[in-house]
């Protein structure tokens, strides 16, 4: 059975950061890209962030660029979402995913295995 257990969400003041973790078990993601999505109250999920199996040539939404890395540690089975300068627009259910394929994808359909989700809230 492959779980992927997200930590790390929390209650946070605007400007602040947060680092998000996915711990990946049952399968090994070392050869798979991972991803991060999210999803506020009202709204459809989103994308957010995603890396190839290598960490090579992350992508993020515009909406995180420069604020937000991803990254992931393959020996650990476990990816990273560090999130600094956080607004209020950022809260969310955040979302890790896996994949079948080694290349990253910003669509949710390029992941077969997804989390439970965190809560992250940004206050103003």
């Known amino acids: 059975q492959v779980l992927l257990v997200e930590s790390g969400g929390g209650l946070v003041q605007a400007g602040g950061s947060l680092r998000l973790s996915c711990a990946a078990s049952?399968?090994?993601?070392?050869?798979?890209?991972m991803g991060w999505f999210r999803q506020a109250p009202g709204k459809e999920r989103e994308f957010v962030a995603a890396?190839?199996?290598?960490?090579?040539?992350?992508v993020y939404a515009d909406s995180v660029k420069g604020r937000f890395t991803i990254s992931r540690d393959n020996a650990k089975n476990t990816m990273f979402l560090q999130m600094n300068s956080l607004k209020p627009e950022d809260t969310a259910v955040y979302y890790c995913?896996?994949?079948?394929?080694?290349?990253?994808?910003?669509?949710?359909?390029?992941?077969?295995?997804w989390g439970q989700g965190t809560q992250v809230t940004v206050s103003s």
């Open positions: 890396i190839n199996w290598s960490g090579i040539s992350p």
């Open positions: 049952g399968r090994t993601f070392s050869s798979y890209a």
């Open positions: 995913a896996g994949s079948i394929h080694g290349y990253r994808s910003q669509s949710a359909s390029g992941y077969a295995y």
